[in-house]
């Protein structure tokens, strides 16, 4: 049996056109490509992207993903007037007292001589003016603070995670600044010595520092919510512990839950509001049920003018004229989906089966009960659809409209933001908003198999 074989100019020569359409789709593809590609690198270089890598500073985003997930202790000791204080970074009444200061601080009366074992070999000794620091593998490093900045001594090689400020008028070391690991740093300027110290988790997260619950277990706590005897005559133990945690000043609980409420209050408001106007203006606006090209036309550039307005630009508008609040973002959430959600029923309307109606007008129904029986369980489905799934979005604009000043849990989040300090609350209110979002998807999910599927 003898094998077939190709004759490539036999079969150019039958399919010339098949061929030639081959060759350019090819020719096409191989020009995108390079389009594409010519692209990527012009983008690399209009946006600077090299320079911004060249000045890229990890760092801080180290610091920052650290200041989220973990809350710093402040050493300080005043190097101009008789001040020391152990205090957590960022609350206003966290502030230890010598009978309190942590196992691993030791003072004297008058605060002279400080010991600081910062952990892993590493120990901070102050005597006055005069800084010694221990370490596992550097040796000891001595820093002694002068009239003029700081003077400092090596027992070794000087170690790469030390920076010296310097004067640069006068020469003089001014600043000791070392930082042996990301959960340790040593601060050293004629004017004071500050020890920074990095512990795991959220301080005071349920109870502030001062309250009289700081410090207990949660079995204590459970154990004192049903205790008779109270810790406050004029209340419960557990209206108390409610209370505490509820009004916590430095996480804010109980604010921070109006806050997301009001962002639900507008995504829901403001949703409901534009599937509400944008049902019967789609009836109008689809041609299968309105006769008038004018109002269709009319009513169709009306979803585009309201839809072609991002949600911020009217939230904008709406703040200028009502003031800041959650009613401005309800009004941005409207506006944009009524135009959104007109065109998209509109659509559905339009595309609807004739046949339907047609059978139920066949039973003599008149027109209200062919549009009840004929036109709407068609088109439910992608009425709940749709509106559900905008409500779930309007979850996350809310967010974002409320950052601009419309209230809500965005303007939490951005004043968190602005102190540049407090990065642990922002992750917490991220957190939140993130489960909020969760949540939403959940029962928009829930309610279209509800109410689609019947159960």
Not at 26 to 53: E, N, Q, W
Not at 149 to 154: E, K, L, M
Not at 226 to 240: G, T
Not at 311 to 323: E, K, P, T, Y
């Amino acid at each position: 049996m003898s094998t077939p074989t190709f004759d490539r100019d036999a079969l150019l020569a039958a399919h010339p056109r098949a061929v030639t359409h081959v060759a350019r789709g090819s020719l096409v593809a191989l020009v995108s490509l390079v389009l594409v590609f010519t692209y990527l690198i012009y983008a690399v270089f209009a946006f600077d992207i090299p320079r911004l890598i060249a000045t890229a500073e990890p760092q801080r985003a180290v610091l920052l993903v650290t200041d989220s997930v973990a809350h710093k202790v402040h050493v300080t000791k005043s190097l101009r007037r008789p001040e020391f204080e152990v205090a957590v970074e960022g609350e206003r009444t966290a502030t230890y007292t010598p009978d309190t200061y942590p196992a691993w601080v030791r003072a004297d009366d008058d605060a002279e001589t400080v010991d600081v074992d910062l952990g892993d070999g590493y120990v901070v000794h102050i005597v006055g003016d005069h800084v010694t620091l221990e370490t596992p593998d550097d040796g000891t490093i001595d820093v002694q603070v002068i009239e003029t900045g700081v003077t400092i001594g090596y027992s070794g090689e000087k170690p790469d995670w030390v920076r010296e400020g310097m004067n640069v008028t006068t020469g003089h070391l001014v600043k000791f600044d070392a930082r042996p690991t990301i959960d340790k740093r040593i601060q050293i300027t004629r004017s004071k010595i500050e020890i920074h110290r990095y512990f795991t988790g959220w301080e005071h997260f349920f109870f502030p520092f001062n309250s009289p619950l700081h410090g207990l277990s949660a079995g204590e706590v459970a154990g004192l919510a049903v205790s008779e005897e109270r810790l406050d005559p004029a209340r419960s133990n557990a209206a108390l512990i409610f209370e505490t945690f509820w009004n916590n000043p430095e996480w804010q609980h109980g604010h921070i839950f109006k806050a997301l409420l009001e962002t639900v209050l507008m995504g829901v408001l403001g949703t409901f509001t534009a599937a509400l106007v944008g049902l019967p203006l789609a009836f109008a606006a689809a041609h299968t049920f309105n006769r008038f090209g004018v109002i269709r036309f009319a009513l169709r550039r009306l979803f585009d003018f309201l839809r072609g307005i991002d949600m911020l630009i009217w939230s904008l508008i709406f703040i200028r004229a009502f003031g800041l609040g959650p009613l401005t973002g309800a009004l941005a959430i409207a506006f944009t989906d009524t135009g959104t959600l007109g065109k998209l029923f509109s659509e559905a309307l339009e595309n609807i089966d004739r046949k339907q109606i047609e059978g139920v007008s066949a039973t003599g129904a008149n027109r209200w009960q062919r549009y009840r029986y004929g036109v709407i369980p068609q088109i439910l489905p992608v009425f709940v659809s749709q509106g559900l799934y905008y409500l779930e979005s309007n979850m996350r604009s809310a967010t974002v409209i409320g950052a601009l000043g419309a209230g809500g849990i965005g303007l939490v989040l951005v004043e968190t933001i602005r102190t540049s300090r407090d990065w642990e609350n922002t992750l917490y209110i991220i957190i939140l908003t993130i489960l909020l979002v969760v949540a939403m998807d959940g029962l928009s999910s829930w309610l279209r198999r509800r109410l689609i599927r019947g159960g």
